[in-house]
């Protein structure tokens, strides 16, 4: 691991969110002398239940609970939620991809949302053809990539930063040790770094709404393991926004790399997690991917057992390790029921697709 060079200073600033959740840095300076100020927007507490981080919100003045999920492009509500809480939804315009398949969406404007003091009026947002999730929606990269983010899941917060004058690991304020990879994604609505599995090359998807870290069968197979192999057994069916599960293996690599960490002997899941994305275009008899697919998704588990920040305008992801297991792929808590269907849970993110 490299070791932390502190040198910024963290100052608290106003808070506020314009139309379009929009975060406006109304902030004048502190008079601090440090040559990089991280000026902090928001902090806001996290409800952690089990594998999902939750955000209470108030939509439309009803409360509501929101799924922070860094793996949506956007943020939506819901079917049964927009119901409940009398949004309408307009005719579907669209589908979500993600691990399952796709999922029905729809627009609609809200007459307002407040997250943790931070309230936008009259804006729009999806309403996705999902049931079953203990929440009423998804608060997606749209929300939370708008500046730079740090995921203190360990300590149940998030917090929004504006640097000043902040260059490369200064924005590492807590002063522990880090590993940085930078943001390999060509739009700004997703966290995507490289890592190695087993010293091979892997896309990995920063993803709060997967209940727990895993590996794309293919990757996995480059990797050298691949179901049937030895050691490799199999789990109960996952699954995510669209309508199909996806069986689940898990299995124990010798290496795992996020920039200079390496984890030994990690155990990890394994799956087909797109397999339902893939569809026959004309003139071809070959299913290829409606979606830019990661071939790994680092969920929730990664993110309780690390302190992440993104820098935004850098375009590199900061970790440290804050204790405890890395990759969980025993606890119940990652398998979610969902009516009608067997249980559930590797992934509650969406995608963008049409």
């Known amino acids: 691991m490299e070791t932390n060079n502190r040198a910024g200073v963290r100052a608290r600033g106003l808070r506020g969110l314009a139309g379009g959740l929009v975060l406006a840095a109304l902030l004048a300076a502190t008079g601090a002398r440090a040559a990089c100020q991280l000026q902090e927007l928001a902090e806001i507490n996290v409800e952690v239940h089990g594998s999902r981080f939750i955000l209470p919100a108030q939509i439309n003045d009803r409360p509501a609970r929101m799924i922070i999920d860094s793996g949506a492009f956007s943020t939506s509500l ?25 999922a029905s969406l729809g627009l609609t404007t ?6 943790g003091g931070l309230t936008a009026r009259n804006m729009s947002l999806f309403v996705v053809e999902r049931h079953g999730f203990d929440a009423d929606g998804l608060l997606g990269a749209n929300f939370l990539l708008q500046r730079d983010i740090e995921f203190d899941l360990p300590h149940g917060k998030i917090r929004f930063f ?16 880090y590993a940085v990879a930078p943001m390999l994604s060509a739009t700004g609505l997703q966290i995507v770094v490289p890592v190695k599995v087993n010293g091979v090359a892997v896309r990995a998807q920063m993803d709060t709404g997967a209940p727990s870290s895993v590996l794309t069968l293919a990757a996995a197979a480059a990797a050298g393991l691949r179901p049937g192999a030895p050691g490799v057994t199999e789990l109960a069916d ?98 979610e029921t969902t009516p009608g269907k067997p249980a559930s849970g590797s992934d509650g993110g969406t995608k963008g697709g049409s």
């Open 78 to 102: 819901f079917i049964d939620a927009a119901n409940r809480l009398g949004v309408q939804a307009a005719a579907p315009i669209g589908k979500s991809y993600g691990v399952g398949g796709a």
């Open 238 to 335: 996952g699954g995510g926004i669209g309508p199909n599960t996806v069986k689940t293996y898990v299995g124990v690599f010798s290496t795992f790399s996020f920039g200079d960490e390496t984890i030994r002997a990690s155990r990890l899941e394994l799956a087909d997690m797109f397999a339902a994305n893939r569809e026959v275009s004309l003139g071809s008899n070959i299913p290829r991917s409606v979606v830019d697919e990661p071939q790994m998704l680092l969920g929730a588990d990664f993110f309780r057992s690390h302190r992440v920040y993104v820098a935004v305008n850098q375009r590199k992801v900061y970790v440290s390790y804050e204790g405890g297991p890395v990759f969980d792929t025993t606890a119940p808590v990652h398998r």
């Open 110 to 115: 809200l007459r307002s949302i407040s997250i």
């Open 162 to 177: 504006q640097p000043k004058g902040c260059a490369g690991d200064q924005v590492v304020y807590w002063g522990q040790a």
